[in-house]
C-alpha cells in the first residue's frame, strides 16, 4: 500500500510562493498519477492539477494556470506542488492524492495535507 | 469546465436510516465517477470509482449507480461511523471537478 507523506505546514505572506512536497513510498514510482486538491477553511475541494510521474507531464486547472507548478523528484520519489503569487484566498489545506489505473482509475491513497497560510 | 452539484447540501438522519445523495453531472461524464468520504481535520477516503464500483475495504453498506448525468450514493443502513461529508468527483474532462460536498448529520 502506497503511503504519501506531505511537509509541514507554512505561512506565507501576500506575493510569496510556496511549495509542498508528498513524498510517495511503497510502491512502483513510476505507475501512476498525482492529483493535487485544496481545500479551502470549511470549504469543498477543488482540483488543482494532476502530473504524470513517467515524464512529468502535468495537466493544471484553467483557475491555476500560469501561478501553479507540479513536478516530482525521481530520485527521491517525491513530487512537489508549487504555487506563486499567493494571496490570502490561497489559504488552505493541500493534498496530493495518488492516481493509480490499473484497468480501472481511482484516487486510493491521500496525503495527510498541508495547512498553508497566507497572511501579512 | 463540467460543474457537479450535490443534492442536498446538507442531510440529518438517525442511525439504520437509508440516505441517498444525488450528484448531477452539467454535461455527459459517462460512469467517470468517484464518491469519497470525509471526516473534520482528515484526508477524503475513496468509496466508490467508476459510479458504482465499491473500494475495496468499503463497507457494502455503501453503494453507487447511475450514468451520464446523473448519480447516486446510498448508505442502506446508517452507522454512527457515517456521520461525514461526502463528495462526488468526476473523471471524465480536464478540469476534474468536485460537487460541492454534502455533510450527513445526526438528527
Known amino acids: 500500500q502506497v503511503q504519501l507523506v506531505q511537509s509541514g505546514a507554512e505561512v506565507k505572506k501576500p506575493g510569496a510562493s510556496v511549495k509542498v512536497s508528498c513524498k510517495a513510498s511503497?510502491?512502483?514510482?513510476?505507475?501512476?498519477?498525482i492529483q493535487w486538491v485544496r481545500q479551502a477553511p470549511g470549504q469543498g475541494l477543488e482540483w488543482m492539477g494532476i502530473?504524470?510521474?513517467?515524464?512529468?507531464?502535468?495537466t493544471y486547472a484553467q483557475k491555476f494556470q500560469g501561478r501553479v507548478t507540479m513536478t516530482r523528484d525521481t530520485s527521491t520519489t517525491t513530487f512537489y506542488m508549487e504555487l506563486r503569487g499567493l494571496r490570502s484566498e490561497d489559504s488552505a489545506v493541500y493534498y496530493c492524492?495518488?492516481?493509480?489505473?490499473?484497468?480501472?482509475?481511482?484516487?486510493?491513497?491521500w496525503g495527510q495535507g498541508t495547512q498553508v497560510t497566507v497572511s501579512s | 469546465d463540467i460543474q457537479m452539484t450535490q443534492s442536498p447540501s446538507t442531510l440529518s438522519a438517525s442511525v439504520g436510516d437509508r440516505v441517498t445523495i444525488t450528484c448531477r453531472a452539467s454535461?455527459?461524464?459517462?460512469?467517470?465517477l468517484a464518491w469519497y468520504q470525509q471526516k473534520p481535520g482528515k484526508a477524503p477516503n475513496l468509496l466508490i470509482y467508476k459510479a458504482s464500483s465499491l473500494y475495496s475495504g468499503v463497507p457494502s453498506r455503501f453503494s453507487g449507480s447511475g450514468s451520464e448525468t446523473e448519480f447516486t450514493l446510498t448508505i442502506s443502513s446508517l452507522q454512527p461511523d457515517d456521520f461525514a461529508t461526502y463528495y462526488c468527483?468526476?473523471?471524465?474532462?480536464?478540469?476534474?471537478?468536485f460537487g460541492q460536498g454534502t455533510k450527513v448529520e445526526i438528527k
Open positions: 492524492a495518488r492516481w493509480v489505473c490499473g484497468g480501472d482509475c481511482y484516487s486510493d491513497s
Open positions: 468527483q468526476q473523471y471524465s474532462t480536464y478540469p476534474w471537478t
Open positions: 454535461q455527459n461524464i459517462d460512469t467517470w
Open positions: 511503497g510502491s512502483t514510482f513510476t505507475n501512476y498519477y
Open positions: 502530473i504524470n510521474p513517467s515524464g512529468g507531464s502535468s
